[in-house]
């Protein structure tokens, strides 16, 4: 049942006075605890918006509307309540109104003593609420992750801990730090200092705070501190987004965070507090992004590593049988599909290339969407026919040429060799059957 104009105004209400209350609420030691908790996994969300997904389901890990989590590969579990989340619609209006003199911004009249009239184009925002789903309200595939759960140690820490380092863009240097302070960052000489020997937690913890203060409170920014409260805002920025970073990266700093936010955080000010909140999670975003996209490759380097050292184990030990295709040269943009003396079967070969095909186009539509170019990806190989055949060929990725590489094939290959190529495929179908029929009287005469 569609919903009437007043129905829409009373659930804004509703919605804007359960957000004030849990405004007002955050500042409480617990409450501010799991506004951060929250705000790790929806660091795009507004502040509001993270207190009302807070309240409406307080374990929500990612939260997404259903379009979003269809292109994720993800349904919606049959009978699940949607949450709600703020979304500003643009209105644009053309009205007739009185023209106006610019001089004097009194109505134009004509000859006869009457106000002219222009068309003027009125625009304005509104919000309302919109549906959209925990990812434990759907199912599907699994989205990919960035670091492995934390257990203990944090996991991947050379790859955090460098990560951090170039998100910092300023000299960070590990010392012997003798005073009690796990870190410092140093206005005048603009470096950052850790303290060597601690943990993988506190280390990484204290570099997130550390950095923070170096983007947020620089020179210029700090010359104006003139009392402990101006002081107490720059500590609340940079603990609480230490520990929303480390909370996205599955690093809990609770035990150590929320002691020193509470030892600053007294007698604060809705309005400031609010103010804080929104720097935090847009200073959050921010390393977030950056720090996951330095681990991100890193990763993925070593994830090539590791997959050429499989590839060459496997060329080591498993003779490929003809038809085959050895790959030559395939072309990277931002994914891997096909590696340099990689030996692959022929219909294995023909299924990935589909796939790259099918990926590689969709990448340059999007691409074109935005007004940007994403390239074919030129991969040329030998296919291996038979030991008296062998052909060299090239196949551009996402030209749209093919749709796979049988159909590359009967484009390209000339009549014979397209002949030898088809025998030899339906050969190996023949022999794939008789195995699965020795396979199967041998089950029989078991039983």
Not at 308 to 320: A, F, P
Request: one cysteine or more; a negative charge.
């Amino acid at each position: 049942m569609k919903k009437t104009l007043e129905q829409k105004k009373k659930e804004l209400q509703d919605t804007l006075e359960m957000l004030e209350k849990g405004v007002k609420e955050v500042f409480e030691s617990d409450k501010f605890r799991e506004y951060l908790d929250t705000m790790s996994k929806f660091h795009n969300y507004s502040p509001k918006n993270i207190l009302w997904i807070q309240m409406q389901k307080p374990d929500a890990i990612k939260i997404a509307g259903m379009k979003a989590w269809n292109k994720l590969g993800r349904k919606v579990i049959k009978g699940q309540k949607s949450l709600k989340v703020l979304a500003p619609f643009k209105h644009k209006k053309e009205v007739e109104m009185d023209k106006l003199n610019p001089k004097t911004g009194k109505p134009i009249l004509d000859k006869g003593g009457k106000a002219v009239k222009e068309k003027q184009t009125l625009e304005w925002i509104s919000y309302r609420a919109v549906p959209v789903f925990d990812i434990s309200q759907t199912d599907g595939k699994e989205l990919p992750r960035l670091v492995e759960e934390l257990q203990g140690n944090v996991n991947n820490y050379e790859y955090m801990k460098d990560s951090l380092v170039e998100v910092a863009k300023i000299p960070v240097e590990f010392e012997n730090i003798q005073n009690g302070s796990k870190g410092y960052y140093n206005l005048v000489e603009n470096r950052i200092a850790i303290k060597e020997g601690m943990s993988e937690k506190q280390t990484i913890k204290t570099m997130v705070h550390e950095v923070t203060h170096s983007r947020l409170h620089s020179i210029e920014s700090q010359k104006n501190i003139k009392d402990v409260t101006e002081r107490n805002v720059k500590e609340i920025e940079a603990e609480s987004t230490a520990y929303v970073v480390s909370k996205h990266f599955d690093i809990d700093t609770s035990d150590y965070s929320f002691g020193y936010v509470a030892s600053w955080s007294r007698d604060r000010e809705l309005k400031e507090l609010e103010a804080s909140l929104k720097t935090i999670q847009k200073e959050a975003n921010g390393i977030i992004s950056e720090v996951e996209e330095k681990l991100e490759e890193k990763l993925s380097k070593d994830r090539e590593e590791v997959k050429e050292k499989e590839i060459e184990e496997l060329q080591e030990n498993k003779e490929v049988k003809e038809p085959y295709v050895e790959i030559i040269f395939s072309e990277v943009e931002d994914k891997v599909y096909f590696s340099e003396g990689e030996k692959i079967p022929f219909n294995e070969a023909d299924l990935r290339f589909k796939e790259a095909e099918k990926e590689v186009r969709d990448k340059k539509e999007d691409a074109k969407e935005k007004g940007e170019y994403y390239p074919y990806l030129k991969t040329r190989f030998n296919l291996k026919i038979n030991e008296n055949s062998e052909k060299y060929m090239r196949y551009d990725i996402g030209d749209r040429y093919s749709d796979d590489l049988k159909e590359f094939c009967e484009k390209e290959l000339d009549k014979d060799s397209l002949k030898l190529l088809n025998k030899a495929l339906n050969g190996e179908k023949t022999e794939q059957k008789q195995q699965q029929n020795e396979n199967k009287k041998e089950f029989e005469l078991e039983r």
